[in-house]
């Protein structure tokens, strides 16, 4: 899968197989302190995406809406009343925006990805060989009407009642980046990080295809990741939630790094 946890060029440590959102905890509809926060896995490849609203009735961010997204994310958006602001997206993978165009014109809101990525909008099985363009036969893809660049590391995006750091984390991707709402939310002090596909529970993103690279991924998960706070919780774009303490002290593909 292209969002495997599995790093090419990091110790043959095997990586924890995919496990369902939920697990460590992500509410598939439920809440925390001040924000609510449903997940639910994507596809044949299980892309994480995400809803983040205030509250019943209030905008919402998605994140990631991958493969068949569109049925559960607005049966979520209907129960919960909810207007999308934006769609994130943490890198340009097919699992990750195959649903982002159909989201972001029918609601009528922007879609948000890094400059290195933007042409898999239209081209996301480009170098992937013939198993996933066998699985994305049929589709076409093109970009959305309203296509914002992220082209500022660290800038901050004022979205549906949130602040949202964006950290450009290439390794994965070269446009890969994650989303940081530091204070939000009741998820404890260190708030809340989207990781896409750089880190996982217990793995790291693979780098073994067109442009990934191993040294960047490391370099930017102990840059960008490893200085945050260690209650910070993890929410990746496949398997199970995690903390950013439970990565540092546990992950095996970390072992050694410092800051």
């Given amino acids: 899968m292209i969002g495997s946890p599995h790093s090419a060029s990091a110790p043959s440590v095997p990586a924890r197989p995919a496990g369902r959102v939920g697990t460590h905890p992500v509410p598939r509809d439920g809440t925390l302190v001040g924000v609510l926060l449903t997940g639910f896995a994507a596809g044949v490849l299980a892309c ?28 979520i958006l209907d129960q919960h009343r909810l207007t999308p602001a934006a769609v994130l997206l943490t890198h340009g993978h097919i699992d990750h925006i195959w649903s982002a165009q159909k ?64 950290d450009h984390t290439p390794g994965h991707t070269r446009g890969s980046v994650v989303f940081r709402l530091p204070e939000p939310t009741g998820a404890g002090s260190g708030g809340i990080v989207l990781t896409g596909d750089t880190l996982f529970r217990n793995s790291v993103g693979r780098t073994d295809l067109p442009g990934g690279s191993g040294r960047d991924l490391l370099g930017s998960i102990v840059g960008k990741l490893l200085v945050l706070d260690d209650d910070t919780r993890v929410l990746p774009g496949h398997g199970e939630a995690s903390t950013i303490g439970l990565e540092r002290r546990g992950n095996p593909f970390l072992q050694g790094m410092r800051l």
């Fill in 48 to 75: 994480n995406c995400y809803v983040l609203a205030e509250g019943p009735g209030s905008d919402a961010i998605i994140v990631d809406p991958g493969q068949r997204a569109f049925g559960p994310l607005r049966r």
């Fill in 103 to 166: 989201v972001g014109d029918t609601f009528g809101c922007p879609v948000f990805i890094h400059p290195a990525d933007r042409f898999m909008l239209t081209d996301p099985i480009r170098g992937f060989g013939p198993r996933v363009a066998q699985a994305a036969l049929g589709a076409l893809f093109r970009e959305p009407r309203q296509v914002v660049e992220l082209d500022r590391d660290g800038q901050r995006l004022d979205l549906g009642g949130f602040a949202v750091i964006v």
